[in-house]
């Protein structure tokens, strides 16, 4: 089992829909939980950083951690055909050297 | 901004042979990761190196080898290479005391091995 799950996707929703990113988990040590957004033949771009459980949001992003169930949640809200990309979560044991784990990656479509 | 910079873009290598891909990180920046991707999967850890030393390994075959310089540039050596070794090769970089900044990512070298 790998210690991170992703659905590969890929979505496809409408400009303007809300999307729903999700990502489970099963090491309970990860405390840094991140999105990042990968373009085609284009590396990874950090989207959100947040630490431990809760909510942060950044504009038309939401990133929610929920540490109890081992799920975290990427949100974007009036969706842009731009957002069209495979976004990558991502989680770490701690700060230093410790390396950092990635899904899969969702493949979104939206649609103009 | 300067970006972290990978070279070469492309790499075609026959079986066998040997690759060495460069990373040059963001300035200042002291930590580097090397990441392998093959296609439509994720970005696999390959090692990383702080301030010049080793400081976490992955799924490193042994046949690859890293370094870090005393410039910060990065390394990855791959000898001996197998079909299986074709892949995106990522090299990313990160300031160890900013961790909210992440790691930021070159644009990669694409090794096709033939």
């Known amino acids: 089992q790998k210690e991170v799950e992703q659905d590969p996707g890929p979505l496809s929703v409408p400009e303007g829909a809300i999307v729903s990113l999700n990502c489970t988990y099963s090491n309970s040590a990860f405390q840094y939980f991140m999105w990042y957004r990968q373009y085609s033949r284009k590396g990874p771009e950090l989207l959100m950083y947040?630490?431990?459980?809760g909510n942060k949001e950044d504009g038309r992003f939401t990133a929610q951690v929920d540490k109890s169930s081992k799920y975290i949640s990427l949100f974007i809200r009036d969706s842009q055909p731009s957002d069209s990309a495979t976004y990558l979560c991502?989680?770490?044991?701690?700060?230093?050297?410790?390396?950092?784990?990635f899904g899969a990656g969702t493949r979104l479509f939206v649609k103009a | 901004a300067a970006g972290v910079i990978q070279s070469p873009r492309h790499l075609i290598k026959e079986k066998r042979e040997t690759a060495t891909l460069k990373c040059y990180p963001i300035p200042r920046h002291d930590t580097v990761y090397w990441y392998q991707q093959g296609p439509g999967q994720d970005p696999q850890f390959l090692i990383s190196?702080?301030?010049?030393?080793?400081?976490d390994k992955g799924s490193i075959p042994d046949r690859f080898s890293a370094q870090q310089f005393s410039d910060y540039h990065s390394e990855l050596n791959m000898s001996s290479l197998e079909l299986g070794d074709s892949a995106l090769y990522f090299c990313?970089?990160?300031?160890?005391?900013?961790?909210?900044?992440?790691?930021?990512f070159g644009s990669g070298t694409r090794l096709t091995v033939v």
């Open positions: 990313a970089s990160s300031l160890m005391r900013k961790p909210e900044f992440g790691y930021t």
């Open positions: 947040t630490y431990s459980s």
């Open positions: 190196f702080y301030e010049k030393m080793q400081s």
């Open positions: 991502a989680m770490k044991r701690g700060t230093g050297g410790f390396k950092t784990i």
